[in-house]
């Protein structure tokens, strides 16, 4: 993938993930940084999400990640 692709690629999920409840944003960048680091990081940012936060939750189970993001 170009860096223009990936550079779209995230553009667009962070137009369409910003419609998802507050409490499954985090969760899903969480999961694209287990995926791919770097990706999870510009995703969170580009939302507005702290990136350091976020892999804090990439690295709990889907239980403890669950239970941080209730609300």
Not at 48 to 66: C, F, Q
Request: charged share 25%.
């Amino acid at each position: 993938m170009t860096v223009t692709d990936r550079d779209h690629l995230v553009g667009n999920i962070v137009t369409h993930l910003g419609a998802a409840q507050q409490r499954i944003q985090p969760r899903q960048c969480a999961l694209f940084c287990k995926a791919d680091q770097d990706h999870g990081r510009r995703v969170a940012a580009g939302m507005g999400l702290d990136p350091a936060g976020v892999e804090a939750l990439a690295a709990m189970s889907r239980e403890d990640r669950v239970r941080a993001t209730a609300q």
